[in-house]
T-cell receptor, first 111, second 109 residues
Framework: DVKVTQSSRYLVKRTGEKVFLECVQD?????MFWYRQDPGLGLRLIYF???????EKGDIPEGYSVSREKKERFSLILESASTNQTSMYLC??????????FGDGTRLSIL | GQQVMQIPQYQHVQEGEDFTTYCNSS?????IQWYKQRPGGHPVFLIQ?????EVKKQKRLTFQFGEAKKNSSLHITATQTTDVGTYFC?????????FGPGTRLSVLP
């Protein structure tokens, strides 16, 4: 079974802090994704990566950056956290047949 | 061009009633995927449809891909409380999949 692990289930940070959300997958998948999920807005893609050191902007990249130094790890960075970034963050990897496998999510609160 | 629409946004049914959610795209789809997210959980892959007019069944769930490959539906027969959750369709877009907004299903016992 594919395992996608997000480092924190719940996180509380303050406005202006730099925040790191980590995601690790154990199946050597090339494609990894970061989404945020908000009530009424569904899943919105922030960034994705199709290989080590490669990244592509999704629909809402503003205020975020990512890092993919190793194939198994895809990190989402909030450079200077703001209250409108309070959300559920979901990481996913995609297997060779196109199925996405999601982590359990990180519920991030910015105070 | 990227978006997929889903209706309804919410659906409340009595246990035992049927439920259907629809997914529509303005462009022809190469394939469509369906995911289910339980309350408090993460989206879990259910199925992928590829062929025009394809119909696939998983127990009480029936998935259909339209003949024109622009729409899809998920039908649940005789809902149970375990069916509660949000159902998303997702379409291929380059290296990514674009998710619909989801249909949240509530099942009243």
């Amino acid at each position: 079974d594919v395992k996608v692990t997000q480092s924190s289930r719940y996180l509380v940070k303050r406005t202006g802090e730099k925040v790191f959300l980590e995601c690790v997958q154990d199946m050597d998948h090339e494609n990894m994704f970061w989404y945020r999920q908000d009530p009424g807005l569904g899943l919105r893609l922030i960034y994705f990566s199709y290989d080590v050191k490669m990244k592509e902007k999704g629909d809402i990249p503003e205020g975020y950056s990512v890092s993919r130094e190793k194939k198994e790890r895809f990190s989402l960075i909030l450079e200077s956290a703001s209250t409108n970034q309070t959300s559920m963050y979901l990481c996913a990897s995609r297997d060779p047949v196109g199925t996405k496998h999601f982590g359990d999510g990180t519920r991030l609160s910015i105070l | 061009g990227q978006q997929v629409m889903q209706i309804p946004q919410y659906q409340h049914v009595q246990e035992g009633e049927d439920f259907t959610t629809y997914c529509n795209s303005s462009t022809t789809l190469s394939n469509i995927q369906w995911y289910k997210q339980r309350p408090g959980g993460h989206p879990v892959f259910l199925i992928q449809l590829v062929k025009s007019g394809e119909v696939k069944k998983q127990k009480r769930l029936t998935f259909q891909f339209g003949e024109a490959k622009k729409n899809s539906s998920l039908h649940i027969t005789a809902t149970q409380t375990t069916d509660v959750g949000t159902y998303f369709c997702a379409k291929n877009y380059g290296q990514n999949f674009v998710f619909g907004p989801g249909t949240r299903l509530s099942v009243l016992p």
